[in-house]
């Protein structure tokens, strides 16, 4: 007696993955067309039939999505950059507000989460958030991926990242602090930050910078750079081996901080260089984090609207539970000047 076939022996036929057979013969939006199309065919020849009850068992939904935070290096214990603190808000209510609830949950790039939510049905989506390189975990987002799991992450769009991205267009954002730094008369600039193909949203930034200086005759190789994680230690000590490396006459008349956490720690260095901001040096930073408006000076920095961010992503995530068709989301920033910089003499 000829045995039944299953969906491993459409998906060898079809050299695909079993999980990608799985979702074309549920119109999945994530398979293409073409694709689903051939996957059909070959079920239809070998006389495949879904099985209902197993099929209705893995749809039930638990009608609550997870958060997952990666921990970041912080100088306290919430292991939270506070940037994410406003997001998880936005997220939170977003959530409450769609009929879903939100399970939080840190993770370390070490566990296989990847594995355990696919598996456990804790939730019928996730989100991602977390700074730090995407190559760490850009083997995970595959296994996501091929298993069919619903998630979106936090972050700039990339052809090279699995899955669907929503995130701030970093190159705007730097484009609009350098041209409004090289409006007041700024030519000599330092970056603070990371800024490789591991962090796109720093690099991004650095990148739009460039662009100003370029645009308005400045050449963009000058600009110094001391690479910096996201605290405000980091950015104090990043600042102190930057002014230790160049001579007094070389020195920037402006720094451009990845961040408002690092801008806070590049200042309090200026600071005890008994340099002033903005009347020595200038300092922006990116974010627009609640302790910005209060840091002395007050901060010019670039603010990422995170209450339109966390409904996008609970929004996108959903229709992604629902099979409906997502695409990236790149959000406009918006530059916001405050006293860290004034008009060059």
Known sequence: MKSKATSFDIAHMAGVSQSTVSRALSDSPLVNQETRDKIKKIASELNYKVDKNASNLRKQQSQTLALLLFEDPTNDDSLINPFFISLLASITKASASAGYDLLVSFQDMSEDWHAVYEDS????????????????????????EEQG?????????????????????????GYLMGQHLISLGYKHFAFIGEADIGAPEL?????????????????PDSVLQENAISTELEGHDAAQRLMKRVAQDEQP????????????GCIRALRSLNLSVPEDIAVVGYDDIQISQFSLPPLTTVRQDTLLAGQILVSNLIKLIHNESVEDVTMAPQ??????CGVKL
């Open 121 to 144: 049905n804790k939730a019928d989506g996730l989100i991602l958030l977390g700074y730090g390189s995407y190559t760490d975990y850009v083997y995970k987002l595959s296994q996501l």
């Open 253 to 264: 008349d402006a720094i451009f901080c990845a961040t408002d956490l690092i801008a806070t």
């Open 149 to 173: 799991t619903r998630f979106l992450r936090w972050g700039a769009p990339d052809k090279a990242h699995p899955g669907i991205s929503v995130g701030s267009d970093n190159l705007q954002g």
């Open 335 to 340: 530059l916001v000047i405050r006293e860290s």
């Open 203 to 219: 690099l991004g930034r650095l990148k739009g910078l460039k662009k100003a200086m370029r645009e308005n005759g400045l050449p």
